[in-house]
C-alpha cells in the first residue's frame, strides 16, 4: 500500500496560471495583455518604478491601446487600508484589470486591488480568520497579470494575498481563486539587481514553501513532484545567487524554483513555520523570508519525528551523501542540514532580531491560533498552545 492508496492516487486538483517564462519575456507584454481590458492599474514596487520598469510597461501598453495608472507607494507587509485607498482611486479612474509588479509585497497589493475595486467593506474582512465572518472575491473581481521580480514568495502562481493590519499589528491572507493571476510573466532579467540579503531572505522562503507543502498533510502527488524539484533547484543556486548575484543561470533557477513552489501552496497551503513567522511579521514589520529562517530550525528539530519519510528525502535532497544512512538517521540530520543551508547564505536570525522578546509570546500565539489556524492544522506534528509558546521561546 502506498502513500496514496492502496496501489492507486487519491483524488485531486491541479492548476497553474500561464506562465510566460524567460529572459525579456516582460518586454512583450502588450501581446499578453490583449483581451484584458482597455485600463490597468499598475502596482509596482517603489524600488522597480524609480528605475523606470513602470512607465516602461505604461508605454508598451498604449502602443496597444491600453491605458494605465501607477500606483507605486506600496510598503513591504502592505497596508490593508493602503489597499482600500488605492482601490477607490482605481475605481474612479474606471481601472478594469490589474498588473502588479516587484515582490510578494507588490503582487499581494495589486490582489487586494483586484478584490476591492468592485468589492465592499475593507480588504481586511476578506482576509482568513476565525474572529469574523469573512466576505469571499465576487464575479466582478478584476484579472491580474503578476510580474515578480524577486524569487521567493511565489505570489504570482498562488490564490494568496497578505496583508497587514497596522491597527492591530496582525498579518492575515486572503484565500481565493479569484485572485489567482491570468498569466505569470516570470522574467529573471528583472531579478538580477536583488541585493545579496533579499536574494537571501526571498530564496530561503521559496524554499521553505517547497518544505511545507512537501511534508503537509494535505500533500497530493502533484504538490509532491513539485516541492521536491523546488527544493532540489533552491539549495544548488541559491548560495550561488547570494554571493554572485550577476549569475544568470543561478537566477533563471531560482525564479523557476519560486513558481514551482507558489504553485505547491497554491493547492495545499503551507504548514507550522509560516503560522509562527506571519504573526511576527505583522507584530516587528520584518521581512517575511527573514522571520521563516528565524524559526524553521526550531520547528524542524520538533517535528522531524513525526514523519520520518518525509524528513529523510528533505535530508537527503539538501545533501545526497548521506543516502547510505538508515531512514531514522537522514530525517534526524534535517534541522542540521537546513542550519547549514541558512549559514551558507549568512541567512541566521533570531525573533529576538527584531525585537521579540517573551512578554510578546502569548500575543504571536494567539495570533497563529487566530489568522493561521488552518496552516498549524496541516502541520504532520500536531501541536498545543503551550507547544507553540515553547517553540516561540527557543526562536527568541
Known amino acids: 500500500m502506498n502513500r496514496y492508496g492502496n496501489g492507486g492516487i487519491s483524488l485531486f486538483t491541479c492548476f497553474l496560471p500561464k506562465v510566460e517564462f524567460g529572459a525579456g519575456k516582460v518586454n512583450h507584454i502588450a501581446d499578453y495583455v490583449k483581451g484584458m481590458g482597455t485600463k490597468a492599474v499598475i502596482a509596482i514596487d517603489p524600488y522597480m518604478h524609480s528605475i523606470g ?22 510598503e513591504p507587509n502592505p497596508s490593508c487600508f493602503k489597499v ?3 482601490a477607490k482611486r482605481a475605481k474612479a479612474e474606471q481601472c478594469d484589470f490589474v498588473i502588479a509588479i516587484g515582490g510578494g509585497s507588490a503582487i499581494d497589493f495589486g490582489k487586494g486591488l483586484a478584490v476591492m475595486v468592485n468589492g465592499r467593506g475593507s480588504s481586511w474582512d476578506y482576509t482568513e480568520r476565525n474572529d469574523h465572518e469573512v466576505l469571499r472575491p465576487g464575479s466582478d473581481t478584476l484579472p491580474l497579470i503578476a ?3 524577486t524569487s521567493g514568495t511565489g505570489s504570482e502562481s498562488t490564490p494568496f494575498s497578505v496583508l497587514n493590519n497596522p491597527a492591530l499589528k496582525e498579518k492575515s491572507t486572503i484565500v481565493n481563486e479569484r485572485i489567482f493571476p491570468r498569466i505569470a510573466i516570470v522574467d529573471p532579467e528583472l531579478m538580477i539587481s536583488m541585493p545579496s540579503k533579499i536574494t537571501a531572505s526571498t530564496g530561503f522562503d521559496a524554499f521553505a514553501h517547497a518544505l511545507e507543502s512537501f511534508i503537509s498533510l494535505k500533500a497530493n502527488p502533484f504538490t509532491t513532484m513539485v516541492s521536491k524539484e523546488a527544493m532540489s533547484i533552491v539549495v544548488r543556486n541559491l548560495p550561488e545567487a547570494v554571493a554572485n548575484g550577476g549569475n544568470v543561470k543561478a537566477r533563471e533557477n531560482l525564479a523557476w524554483a519560486s513558481t514551482l513552489a507558489g504553485a505547491a501552496i497554491a493547492h495545499i497551503g503551507v504548514t507550522l513555520p509560516h503560522s509562527l513567522a506571519q504573526p511576527v511579521g505583522g507584530m516587528f514589520g520584518v521581512p517575511h523570508g527573514d522571520s521563516i529562517a528565524a524559526c524553521m530550525v526550531n520547528v524542524l528539530e520538533v517535528s522531524w519525528q513525526s514523519d520520518l519519510e518525509k524528513f529523510a528525502a528533505i535530508s537527503t535532497i539538501i545533501d545526497p551523501s548521506i543516502s547510505s544512512l538508515t531512514l531514522r538517521q537522514r530525517a534526524e540530520k534535517c534541522p542540521e542540514l537546513v542550519s547549514r543551508l541558512l549559514s551558507d ?4 536570525v533570531k525573533f529576538s532580531t527584531f525585537g521579540m522578546t517573551e512578554n510578546d509570546i502569548d500575543k504571536a500565539t494567539s495570533i497563529a491560533l487566530t489568522g493561521y489556524y488552518f496552516d498549524i492544522e496541516c502541520h504532520p506534528k500536531k501541536v ?3 507547544e507553540i509558546r515553547q517553540i516561540y521561546k527557543a526562536c527568541l
Open 147 to 149: 510580474i515578480p521580480t
Open 84 to 86: 482600500d485607498e488605492m
Open 53 to 74: 520598469l513602470g512607465d516602461r510597461i505604461a508605454s508598451q501598453l498604449k502602443k496597444v491601446f491600453i491605458e494605465s495608472v501607477i500606483f507605486s507607494d506600496i
Open 345 to 348: 547564505i549568512n541567512l541566521h
Open 384 to 386: 498545543t498552545r503551550e
